[in-house]
């Protein structure tokens, strides 16, 4: 694990809107997650922040697209709406991949600080910029295990600086039709962990990995995220949100960042199961015919928050992988891992149950 520390943020933050708060930055703690350490003598990190956190859940009624690609039915009138708690900013996404609509959405294009989200676009691009049916080597297939299922940083920092650091971004924006994802502030090219990614760029990618990807490069990576392990390489629990929250089936990649390099409370959970045998399931109903992504393109502004914690739960549910969820979040300064895990994952919970089809 290498230790990370973010610089002390000086400036004022921007003013965040959230339930009936205003939130403002403070100093950051040491941080996880981020993909390298922050020279000593750091400028002020910057401080914008990705949406308020006010507002109701995205219904498809002004118009403008909810999703990655398709439009937000209204919910049904007996599902509740989300709460996201207060000082939270939160972004979250539903997808039905039987009928390919975003069955829930809200904030669908704000940007956030990736922290581990990124692996998957890392995994991604190693694997589909190799030669169709080239035979990995052993050394990167035990680096991809140990990335993608105990979220280890050394194998994404190693897979980054091979690939070209911010190019990787680049490369996958234009495989998966991404519109609102870019690399790491310039001068920290080496922070993959800065990454900035939006809620609907997250459910881009699952639908490149589940509908485009080669399926040997599908299998490898879904049999990882099947079997992710309860306790991270960095010793933080990484069973919050949709594990705790959702039935299984699932598979996961989670992201946090701004908890220090070591947790108040290490994990003491179970190291996690083999993945299933032939890797990954396909749905068991059909799913939407898949579209060719869009060409995307890579946005360098706004930045992102990088002063307060973020916690993020990514991943895919239900029989055949029918369901594509993520909520990113903005957790309030100063916040202990574990009231972020446990916010995290009673929203995880009430996204689940108003966005799964009736």
């Keep these: 694990m290498i230790p990370i520390r973010v610089p002390l943020v000086t400036a004022l933050a921007t003013a965040v809107l959230t339930t009936g708060t205003v939130g403002c930055a403070a100093p950051a703690a040491p941080v996880s997650g981020s993909g390298a350490p922050a020279p000593a003598s750091g400028a002020p990190a910057s401080a914008a922040t990705p949406a308020a956190s006010g507002g109701t859940p995205t219904a498809g009624a002004n118009g403008a697209p909810a999703s990655a690609g398709t439009s937000t039915p209204p919910r ?10 207060a000082g939270t900013t939160a972004a979250y996404m539903v997808v039905d991949r039987v009928t390919g609509k975003a069955t829930l959405s809200r904030n669908a294009h704000a940007r956030f600080r990736s922290a581990s989200v990124v692996k998957i676009l ?4 190693y694997l589909e910029s190799r030669e169709a049916g080239a035979e990995i080597p052993s050394g990167d297939r035990a680096l991809l295990a140990r990335m993608l299922r105990s979220s280890d940083d050394d ?23 991404l519109r609102d994802s870019g690399p790491p502030p310039a001068g920290k090219p080496g922070f993959w962990g800065y990454t900035a990614l939006s809620v609907s760029d997250v459910v881009r990618t699952y639908r490149y990995l589940l509908d485009h990807a080669r399926p040997a490069n599908r299998a490898l990576i879904l ?3 099947r079997a992710a392990t309860e306790c991270a390489s960095d010793g933080f629990d990484q069973y919050f949100g949709i594990p705790r929250a959702v039935p299984r089936p699932w598979a996961v990649k989670q992201g946090w960042s701004g908890y220090g390099t070591v947790p108040a ?29 869009a060409p995307g393109t890579v946005r360098l502004t706004p930045p992102v928050d990088l002063s307060r914690p973020v916690l993020h739960t990514t991943g895919l549910a239900g029989k055949g992988d029918r369901l594509i969820l993520a909520v990113l979040t903005l957790q309030p300064a100063g916040s202990s891992y574990r009231d972020s895990a446990a916010r995290l994952t009673t929203l995880a919970k009430q996204v689940y149950l108003a966005g799964r089809p009736g």
């Design 76 to 85: 049904p009138a007996s599902a509740t709406a989300p709460r996201v708690p």
């Design 122 to 125: 890392i995994a991604l691009d």
């Design 155 to 177: 194998a994404a920092t190693s897979f980054w600086g091979r690939g070209g650091q911010g190019k990787i971004i680049y490369r996958m924006a234009r495989r998966a039709g």
């Design 223 to 225: 049999g990882h995220l």
């Design 265 to 293: 409370v290490p994990c003491s959970g179970a190291a996690g199961a083999s993945p299933p045998a032939g890797g990954a399931s396909g749905p068991a109903s059909t799913p939407a015919p898949a579209r060719t992504p």
